[in-house]
């Protein structure tokens, strides 16, 4: 539970919004996130995200799961209860394979998803908070980290001087909890 | 914009070597192989049928590798794929020689299917003669030499009519009016026949025509397609060795890292779908295990190929899925190239080991003659594609997507 105070800002246009992430990163801001109702190309760049490193955890799962597969089966059919399929050796590789193969890309994907969802810190049942309700609708919404340091209207000015149709302060969780939805939020707003 | 490729002496003089390697190789294998002399029958035999087999395999196998770049052409028009258009010369210049692989094969062929005759019967296509066989008896209304002749005229005629025809509409392009796109729906148009053709003849008919019904005893459904893996992912290795030459003469300066990214998710991607389709035909054989079947794999998998066997799994599957999987390897110049050479090489291994097995048995080498010819046939590749490379522009100006392949981003 870290509750923190933002500064937030709407744009209306994603050419607005793509300059004014510029001059926030060059401000020196800390840029909390930008939330946009779809997928905007290049923002990620604009933004320096780093390279996610999912894929790495992809492989480790997969390499997971292509082992599992084969380690379960030999120990099954050579040791633990040995059968005889179609007169084939107890340890028929070729028939693993496609087994195998299935875990590999059921570990990889399970994992991956599981690691996305962690990642964004999304998942059924868990709470964020929501910034501008029309932040999926029709907004591009830009929050910046507030700390004892910053001046409060400093900022508001500075982000009204970006293009902003909408600013305001919000103090909010800045991390995942879980709830429902129609209970309070465990914070009062500013 | 205008950017001209020439031909580097050095390359010239390369690819003018190794034809003729190719050719002096050919020469000496009619002396030694074709017209040999001997007391000793069976290797008499073997000799003449090396001959002929060889350059099967290696005529075959380069007829479908720049098919693949017809198909690769066809498929991007039809997916709207922009991407490809930074470097679409080189897919263009390699399927507009599709002819000259095609005319080769097309000689090669009808000289086996007629000419080649050793004590009334065929080494290597034993359909020839089914006479008293009752398998090849019952296989001859697909398997006899009217449609043998039909279809492979048909299909050369046909991909190197595409070949030629799809280079054709590109250049149209260049000289179209600013922004019409009736050309581009045209090429649309004609890709979409294409695939049709190429469907019913790569994808099916051909590889049992020309590779299958070498174990003319011997089916697989999986075949074709088998085939196709093969001979699509060396296609686009073949075409990303020439953007990184030309990448690295100066020329194609369109071509990103991004493109080169693309194109290496493709061998990446293509090498393990290979490996899928060779395992599917593998696997159903293997379990059913039924002796008409398995004898294929026995001289393959456990016989005297046993090494080209695992040496081909090892080069087509292991070393690109475990080299090509991270992102940093495939933006290097120098891993794609020596991955994409090496898939080449590979493929070319699976097309010795689809074609040899059947008339040669134990009597194969992987020797002077077989790497002369293959020499040979890399060296007729690179100078028939340079020479097209150097006709026009590698840009292709005015094409409707080329804005899109410059901000490309894999």
Known sequence: MAIKKFAVACYDDEEVLFPAVKKVRHSGYKLHDVYTPFPVHGLDAALGLKETDLHIAGFIYGITGTSTALGFMSWIFTSDWPLVFGGKPYLSLPAFIPITFELTVLFAAV???????????????????????????????????????????????????????????????????????????????? | MNERFEIPAKLRTTSIVLMLIGIATLLIGVKTLLFTDGSNHEMIHADKTRFWIVLLHNSVFFTLITLASVFVQAAASLAQGGWIVAYKRVPEAIGA????????????????????????????????????????????????????????????????FFGRKFRALSLAQENAATNSTKIYWNTVKWSAGFLIVYALTQMSTIPWMWIMSIDAHWYSTMFSWYTFASAFVSGMS??????????????????????????????????????????????????????EETVYFKMRQQGPYSIIWYATFIINFLMPILILMSRPSKRNYFTVTFIAMMIIFGHWLDFFIMTMPGPLGIHWHLNWYELGIFAGFIGLLIYTVANTLTKTSLVVNNHPLLKEALLHQS
């Not at chain 2, 019952?138 to 005229?153: D, E, H, I, W």
């Open chain 1, 111 to 190: 994992g991956m998803v599981l690691t996305f969802c962690y990642l964004n810190q999304i998942m059924p049942g868990v709470k964020k908070h929501v910034f501008h309700p029309r932040q999926t609708d029709d907004l591009f919404v830009v929050a910046i980290e507030l700390n004892e340091h910053v001046s409060e209207t400093e900022v508001i000015d500075f982000l009204k001087s970006t293009g902003a149709v909408e600013t305001n302060v919000q103090v909010a969780e800045s991390e995942w909890w879980y709830g429902r939805f129609d209970k309070k939020e465990p914070y009062e707003l500013a």
């Open chain 2, 97 to 160: 020689n599709v002819w000259v692989f095609g005319l080769i094969t097309a000689v090669i062929l009808f000289t086996i299917a007629f000419y080649f005759n050793i004590d009334g019967h065929n080494p290597i296509y034993h359909w020839v003669h089914p006479d008293g066989d009752k398998t090849l008896e019952g296989k001859s209304a697909f398997l006899n030499k009217p449609m043998f002749v039909g279809f492979t005229v048909g299909a050369i005629a046909l991909w190197s």
């Open chain 2, 238 to 291: 073949l075409i990303l060795l020439w953007v990184v030459y030309l990448k690295n003469k100066g020329k194609l300066e369109l071509v990103t890292s991004e493109h080169v990214h693309d194109l290496g998710k493709f061998m990446f991607a293509f090498s393990i779908f290979w490996t899928y389709v060779w395992f599917d035909q593998y696997m159903l054989i293997w379990y059913s295990n039924i002796p």
